[in-house]
T-cell receptor
Framework: EPEVTQTPSHQVTQMGQEVILRCVPI?????FYWYRQILGQKVEFLVS????????KSEIFDDQFSVERPDGSNFTLKIRSTKLEDSAMYFC????????????FGQGTRLTVV | DAKTTQPPSMDCAEGRAANLPCNHS???????VYWYRQIHSQGPQYIIH???NNETNEMASLIITEDRKSSTLILPHATLRDTAVYYC?????????????FGIGTKLQVIP
């Protein structure tokens, strides 16, 4: 069964460093998303991406965040200068679109900022 | 801006049906009801969705009341692996776009 894959599964970084979280969505899907979940809290929407541009972003997704689909298969989330409060699980998701709306989520990347 | 209300937790005996309720009294005519679950910090997993008719798939059944103000997710024979947080979400159909707005959900504990 096709699945969304995320790498790495766990990333530790120092405060102020840049991190790139990587995702490979399901190959024929058209819509891509990033979510995050701070430990013990709700899963929160960050950003959606369609047709090579951001279609919606939340208040969390400030200038420190960016997304890219560099090569038609990968979908990346970059955090420019990490803060302690960026520590969370980050989930990538995709859905086919065209009437198929169920979203498929990856297993997440646990980001720890020290 | 939660559009749904779910009990925070429920227990279910292994092998029995788990019935998870959800209230969505302000649902509008073009909004669907979706269910997802999250097993212990894994990525959320889609279960089922419906508009007004009852739906069934290999994972679960979804019963939506006639007035669409509430629904019930039924796991017919719960197993220990069904222990998870279950999220009921209402979402407008928008041509395939599916931003999922998660609430607190119901923590289902399946007991041996």
């Amino acid at each position: 069964e096709p699945e969304v894959t995320q790498t790495p599964s766990h990333q530790v970084t120092q405060m102020g460093q840049e991190v790139i979280l990587r995702c490979v969505p399901i190959s024929n899907h058209l819509y891509f998303y990033w979510y995050r979940q701070i430990l013990g809290q709700k899963v929160e929407f960050l950003v959606s991406f369609y047709n090579n541009e951001i279609s919606e972003k939340s208040e969390i997704f400030d200038d420190q965040f960016s997304v890219e689909r560099p090569d038609g298969s990968n979908f990346t989330l970059k955090i420019r200068s990490t803060k302690l409060e960026d520590s969370a699980m980050y989930f990538c998701a995709s859905n086919l679109g065209q009437g198929n709306t169920e979203a498929f989520f990856g297993q997440g990347t646990r980001l720890t900022v020290v | 801006d939660a559009k749904t209300t779910q009990p925070p937790s429920m227990d279910c005996a292994e092998g029995r049906a788990a019935n998870l309720p959800c209230n969505h009294s302000t649902i509008s005519g073009n909004e669907y009801v979706y269910w997802y679950r999250q097993i212990h910090s894994q990525g959320p997993q889609y279960i089922i969705h419906g508009l007004k008719n009852n739906e069934t798939n290999e994972m679960a059944s979804l019963i939506i009341t006639e007035d669409r103000k509430s629904s019930t997710l039924i796991l017919p024979h719960a197993t220990l692996r069904d222990t998870a947080v279950y999220y009921c979400i209402v979402s407008e159909y928008s041509g395939g776009y599916q931003k999922v707005t998660f609430g607190i959900g119901t923590k289902l504990q399946v007991i041996p």
